[in-house]
């Protein structure tokens, strides 16, 4: 039998196609998030990544449309006003959004969306559809291990990553409203354990579309 992974359909006496899902991973600055979304891209050629827009400044080495489309402060109220946002939230003096018609066209081709967003950006994700969301909370395995990875990064002065870190505290108080948790001691064991998330997460039975066609037909011993 074929896989219904992707775009890949069942043929014969029904066609099964899956819904795309939303695939998203939060956490306190330094734990990780970003660089387990990268590798899951690298390895899974259906999944996309989520491309925000922002207004802060663009740091070293992004690229406009990939990492974020950075936008001026007035052009993203505009936006907020016509409500092209699936989310949107301030994280650290700076506004970040998630457009929605790019994501809603991707889930209908059966394609799954990777967001890297905090909970104020989840709750929203989730009342606006949640049977689509799959969550996942990325913890760090002490306080001290992540504020080592802020300061290994070098890409925020020492007030930024203080502020970072007090509001680690406030940002894992969050867990509880996520559908999985991940300790992020081992990388590459984490991003094994969001594999198997994603891979349990496609099967479920109402991102199927077409089932209840096909198993009536084999019902009726076609």
């Known amino acids: 039998m ?8 069942i043929e014969g006496l029904g066609a099964i196609r899956r819904r795309g899902l939303m695939l998203i991973l939060s956490s306190p600055s330094g734990a990780g998030k970003t660089t387990i979304s990268r590798l899951l891209l690298e390895k899974d050629e259906n999944l996309e990544m989520s491309v925000s827009a922002t207004t802060r400044q663009k740091r070293p080495g992004e690229v406009e ?3 974020y ?5 007035t052009t993203f109220n505009l936006k907020v006003n016509r409500r092209e946002f699936l989310e949107y939230a301030k994280v650290f003096g700076n506004y970040y ?20 967003i905090d909970w ?7 009342e606006n559809a949640r049977s689509d969301a799959v969550t996942v909370f990325i913890l760090p395995p002490s306080t001290k291990e992540l504020e080592r990875r802020l300061n290994t990064r070098a890409q925020d002065p020492a007030d930024v ?15 509880t409203e ?20 994603l ?20 019902r009726e011993g076609q």
């Open 199 to 218: 891979a349990a997460e496609r099967l479920k039975r109402q991102r199927l579309v077409g089932l209840g066609d096909f198993v009536k037909r084999l």
């Open 161 to 175: 990553v203080a502020n970072r870190m007090a509001k680690a505290a406030d940002e894992m108080s969050h867990y």
């Open 2 to 9: 074929a896989k219904v992974h992707g775009d890949d359909v």
């Open 97 to 116: 959004g998630t457009p929605r018609e790019p994501v809603e066209a991707a889930l209908q081709a059966g394609r799954d969306v990777l967001f890297d």
């Open 69 to 73: 489309h950075f936008v001026d402060p």
């Open 178 to 197: 996520y559908d999985y948790i991940i300790v992020n001691l081992d990388l590459g064991w984490s991003v094994a354990e969001v594999q198997a998330i």
């Open 120 to 126: 104020q950006g989840t709750q929203q994700v989730i």
């Open 65 to 67: 449309g990939v990492d």
